[in-house]
């Protein structure tokens, strides 16, 4: 039982360390990838000193393509991701994400915040496809197209990945009592928003 953590992560000095520690405590047999995608504070000394192994890349390319440089680095074929940002995680949920792969009734599960906040809980109901929080195999991740152009499209664009084959099952699981902080929280409220605009661009180009 053996699983590669991915976690993509933009300036996150704030969050990452609780989310390698809770990923540590998780049962499987587990290399853990931190890709620090051109950070600018303390991301990769606080993830490397959590226990993770650290991928720091020269500058931001954005969200698919940290995901991918992480899975070239993977040793196993559950590929599970997390965001850097999560408040709340705890090894259930890690569980809860990784078993439909492991027992096989899935090629990829998503992971749904739920009791976290309402702010969080919201979004996701209406747009489960875009979370962050979600496991994989490899193979059918490496075979989705223009990972790396896709930035905060990866998820949508895997999600299409999926709907466009009638073989690969995606099942949707609950993710109780956690969320993450939002941009508005982590830059402002105009820089957060402006962010956020920029990142509904990105994802409207991969919803096919
Ligand atoms: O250029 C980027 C933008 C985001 N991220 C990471 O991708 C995850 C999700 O991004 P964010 O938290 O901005 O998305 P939100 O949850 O606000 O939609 C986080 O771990 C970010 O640090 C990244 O690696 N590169
Ligand atoms: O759920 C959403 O609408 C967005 C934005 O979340 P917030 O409004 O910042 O809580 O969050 C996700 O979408 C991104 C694009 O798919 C993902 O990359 C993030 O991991 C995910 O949190």
Same mark, same amino acid.
């Given at each position: ?87 709340? %995680? ?67 664009? %895997? ?50």
């Amino acid at each position: 039982m053996s699983v590669s953590v991915i976690i993509p992560a933009y300036n996150e000095e704030r969050t990452i360390t609780e989310v390698v520690q809770v990923v540590n405590t998780s049962p499987y047999n587990q290399d853990i990838i931190v890709v620090s995608d051109g950070s600018m504070d303390n991301t990769t000394t606080v993830a490397h000193q959590a226990g993770a192994k650290v991928l720091e890349l020269p500058e931001n390319i954005g969200k698919g393509g940290a995901m991918k440089a992480g899975v070239q680095e993977a040793k196993y074929e559950i590929l599970l991701f997390l965001d850097a940002d999560l408040i709340g %995680l705890r090894k259930e949920h890690i569980q809860s994400l990784v078993e439909p792969i492991l027992d096989g009734n899935a090629e990829m599960t998503v992971g749904v915040f739920e009791k976290g906040r309402l702010a969080t809980d919201f979004a996701q109901l209406i747009t489960p496809y875009l979370s962050g929080q979600r496991a994989v195999l490899k193979s059918i991740f490496l075979n989705v197209s223009e990972l790396e152009a896709s930035r905060y499209g990866v998820e949508a664009a %895997l999600t299409q990945h999926f709907r466009n084959s009638t073989s690969l099952r995606i099942i949707e699981v609950l993710l109780p009592d956690l969320t993450h902080l939002m941009k508005e929280e982590k830059l402002g409220l105009v820089k957060g928003f402006k962010e956020r605009m920029k990142m509904y661009w990105e994802i409207a180009k991969w919803v096919k």
